[in-house]
Every structure is written in C-alpha cells, then in structure tokens.
C-alpha cells in the first residue's frame, strides 16, 4: 500500500518564514528587493500553483522586499488566485497587453519602495531564468535610472536549497510513491515490450498510487547497458540480454523525486552485473558520505573513488548528484569545484554512473536529505542484484 499523503498546500507561516529568510538574506547583500518571475520561484515565494504557466503569453511578477510585504504584480485573469494566498498587496493590469505587459505597474511598485542601497535582485544568475521579454525587462530598467538591476540568484538558491520539514515530507512522499511504483513493474514487465511501453506502465501505476504528474520520465535500453540517460521511451522493444534504464521525475503537489530503476531481460552478461554491482556500491559511499559539513566536492570523490577502483572508463554527465525539490535537478551539483557545504534539510540525489565497456552505461540514483548527524534516505533502497525479467 503506497503511505498515505501530506497535507497539499502549505499554511501562511511558511511563506512568512520564507520571506524573513530572504529578508536577512537580502540585509546581508545589500538588496532592497528581490523580483521574481519564474514559476518554481514565484510559488516559492507565493504559494501560487497553477498550470497556466504553460501559456507564455503573460508574465507574472511578486517582489519581496528588504522590509514589509511581499508584492504580486499580476495579470487580472491571476488576481483572484493571489489574493487568496498570504500576499496582501496585489497589483493587476488587463493583459495580455503587449505594448505594456505590467511594465509601468512593476515600475511603480519598484520606485515606490524604501531605498537603502538602489540594488534590485533579479533572476539571472546559476539556474535561473527572467520570464519577461528582453524588451520589457530593457524598458523597466529604463523607467528606473536610480535603481541598479542586479543578480539575486545566489540568495534565491540559499533560501531554496535548505527545505523546511513540510517541503521535505512532501518530498519524501513522492519519494516513497515512486519506489513502491518502481518495485511493483517487474511484475508488469514482460519480453516485447517498448521502451514507450515500459514508460507508460510505470506512469500508470504512479498515478494510480497519486502521483500528481509525471514532467519527466526516460526509458533506456540496449544489449548489456545503454549509450545515454536522457532521451528514451522510444518504441525499441526489450529484447533478451537488454538492460532497461528508467529515469523518474514525479511529482506530489509540486515537489520531485528524482531517481531511477535498473532491470535485466534474461540472463545479465558478466560485465553489466559486475558495473551495477560498482555503482550500486558507490552509491552506498555516496550514501555514508552525506552528512553535515562534507562538501558536494567531497560527496562526488567518495562515489567517483569507488567507480574508478572498477575500472569506470567515464561518463559524460559531468557530475554524480545534484539538488532536488520544487525542481528535479537544482544546485548545487556533486561535482569537483562546486564544493558547497551539506547542511541539514538539503535534500540531494546520490547519482554514480559508469562506462564499462564502450557505448554502455550503469547509472544508479537514490535521493537523501541531509539530518543532523547524516542523512535520511528518502528512496527504497533498489537491490543489490538487478532485477530480471523473463527468466
């Protein structure tokens, strides 16, 4: 039986603590304001939820500023839904409107705050995206000559990476639909079928089980292992001696899991059953070495040592992990050089991969978060021995 669903939806102290961690955020950057644009970052900041991003034609703003409330400038066809979240003050305009898009409404709103030092944080840095036209974005600059336009991702990121206990059970329960999801398809796998097939299988079991929504799912296969990760679920039909890859990005009320399944069609040829045995063994080094205080850089040694005491020729995904939450890969990133420190409530992907043999790939992952004296694992933990189907 999949575990029983957290409450959707988040009360209004969430936001308000949001917003005062911003706010010292903001103190210690010297911003007066922080603009947001993007839907994860404006139902972070907000609680708006709506699958109307998926039209591009109006854009949507909320400021957070330095001291006071936070602001939704929006068009009015939104209105109704920000008023409804904790936002007290919001400012709409009949869109869409091209010739101005809530330009002169956002310009208004931004000249009539508390100024200390002029600098508005914007989305333009690591990750991150300003979803407004170039034009519009030059044309409120220009609306605002005392203001300096400058990137506010880094404090962004830093509030968005550490998760609040509600975030992470969100989290977890996607985490723990999708593994019981994954354990339940051997049973429903069967010689013939697709990649496409294979896919659709494991969607419908997920959403049966109360997945929200499936925004990324890949299905890859080949003899003994697969070429790459990211582009499958093609009608390739799983032959004996195949190795199926499936990658799962599922959603529960806006929060991700990230991570995937590995399953063998008849025997597992010697090399592919001695590579997962590595990866699913640097994934348990990846797993003892989650802990508070270890960096990203130090997560990615004690998997990567791991792969290449077995001999790993490489893999060209560049890192072995990443964050995870209202996105399926935020940072930081388990790479050398980003070497951000783990501090309780990150929630990361643990995600060794190895070239064994060339043009075939292992890759295995698991999503933790970050406790106070280790971690939680998030995930079922896969088996030791990939699964087989079809004898």
């Keep these: 039986m999949s575990p029983p669903p957290p409450q959707r939806g988040f009360p209004n102290a969430e936001y308000e603590v949001r917003a005062e961690r911003a706010q010292r955020r903001m103190a210690e950057e010297d911003l007066d304001a922080i603009v947001v644009t993007s839907p994860h970052n404006v139902r972070y900041f907000s609680g708006f939820a709506s699958q109307f991003w998926e039209s591009p034609t109006r854009p949507w703003f909320v400021i957070v500023p330095r001291s006071g409330g936070a602001i939704a400038v929006v068009p009015e066809i939104g209105a109704p839904a920000f008023e409804a979240t904790w936002i007290d003050r919001v400012l709409s305009w009949p869109a869409p409107q091209p010739e101005d898009d809530g330009v002169s409404l956002l310009a208004d709103a931004l000249s009539q705050m508390e100024r200390r030092s002029g600098r508005i944080g914007w989305e333009m840095g690591r990750e991150s995206i300003i979803r407004m036209p170039i034009k519009d974005f030059d044309t409120l600059r220009a609306k605002l000559p005392g203001l300096e336009f400058v990137d506010g991702s880094p404090a962004i990121w830093s509030l968005r990476m550490v998760k609040s206990e509600r975030e992470i059970g969100h989290i977890r329960h996607i985490c723990q639909l999708a593994s019981h999801a994954f354990e339940a398809l051997p049973d429903c796998l069967e010689l ?200």
Aim: charged share 20%.
């Design 192 to 391: 013939g079928d697709s990649e496409l097939t294979a896919a659709r299988k494991l969607s419908a079991e997920l959403i049966a089980r109360g997945a929200d929504a499936i925004p990324f799912i890949a299905a890859c296969s080949g003899p003994g292992g697969y070429d790459q990760i990211i582009v499958g679920s093609r009608e390739r039909v799983l032959d004996r001696g195949d190795v199926l890859f499936i990658d799962l990005g599922a959603l529960y009320d806006g929060y991700s899991c990230d991570f995937d399944r590995n399953f063998a069609f008849g025997p597992l040829t010697e090399g592919a059953a001695k590579a997962h045995d590595a990866v699913w063994r640097a994934t348990e080094a990846g797993i003892g070495a989650a802990r508070p205080g270890v960096t990203t850089t130090d997560l990615f040694n004690a998997m990567a040592s791991v792969l290449q005491s077995e001999g790993s020729k490489g893999l060209n995904v560049g890192r072995l992990g990443h964050g995870l939450g209202l996105q399926l890969t935020e940072p930081p990133s388990n790479m050398p050089g980003d070497e951000t420190p783990l501090t309780p409530g990150m929630v990361m992907t643990i995600e060794p991969g190895m070239e064994y043999a060339p043009g075939k790939m292992i890759v295995h992952e698991e999503n933790v978060v970050i406790t106070e004296d280790g971690c939680e694992l998030l995930t079922r933990r896969a088996p030791r021995e990939m699964p087989v189907i079809g004898g």
